[in-house]
């Protein structure tokens, strides 16, 4: 098997895991584990995972100057976008949540145009306009609460600041790295992630009653920890080493369709009319904002 087989394979893997935590970490919240305890676990677990592998990649050490956009990155890429998302999660519903994560492209295209000056064409502001509509549709035409959901307008707000908070982390991260090996970032960005969360975290993880907790309970919060923090990001870098970014980004499309489906399939959401006619709308969105422009064409 060839490494590009191998790398389009460990994408998969990782969209697919993305597309199965919503409906397994839904699972779990909040009967066994509220969702800043999440957050706990997830941050705190990754943490010890990063640096237990850290010796398999150079030995770097961060310059001082880029201390201020490492504790940035972390603010906004493992502080405030997984406590949106979980808390989101816990208010609203494992499709909803599946759909609405997908607007990130969208998200970092708005906040391009704004800090860094992109140009932006026709086609991306017509994408930009159709992907809001659609999840602005999910925030204010769904039902207010729902079986497990007590908060779904506002859990489904909380996916978009998820989605930009995570937005400005892509936007942060690009010169990081560039400039220094994925296991040096991602140990750092996660411990500096820990001790941010713990004032925040620290109070829902000492409610966690292990006992009570089934053994599928426990092996939904394994699979968060392990699977959703720590193996996505190894599949997402080894799937970089062969294929192209935009190659990989290709395959947030799958989400929600994994999500969709794997929701639908246990039982834990109901797919509705207005919840298809939301989910083309950003997906459509999404896709104009991830086209390539032609050559020769003007930028609108």
Known sequence: MSKRTLAILAAIGATTIYGLNHTIAKGVMPHHVQAFGFIFLRVGGASLMFWAISF????????RRDWGRLALCSLFGMVINMLAFFKGLELSTPINSSVLV???????????????????????????????????????????????????????????????????????????????????LMKWLFTLAFFMNLPITIGEFLEIEWGTIPTAGLGAIAFVVIGTTFLTYLFNVFAL????????SAFVYGQPVIGILFALLMGKDELTLMKVLAALLVLTGVYLV???????????
């Open 102 to 184: 997908t607007i990130t492209p969208i998200i970092v295209t708005v906040l391009s145009i704004f800090l860094i000056a992109e140009k932006v064409t026709r086609i991306k502001a017509l994408g930009i306009g159709i992907g809001l509509i659609g999840a602005l549709t999910l925030i204010f035409m769904s039902e207010g609460r729902g079986t497990n959901a007590p908060n779904i307008p506002l859990g489904n707000s909380l996916f978009i600041l998820n989605a930009t908070s995570y937005g400005l982390y892509l936007i942060l991260a690009k010169k990081l790295i560039e400039k220094y090996h994925p296991f040096t």
């Open 56 to 63: 398999l990649g150079p030995r770097e050490r961060i310059e």
């Open 241 to 248: 080493t062969e294929l192209k970014a935009s190659t990989v």
């Open 290 to 300: 991830s086209k390539q422009p032609k050559r020769g064409l003007s930028s609108g």
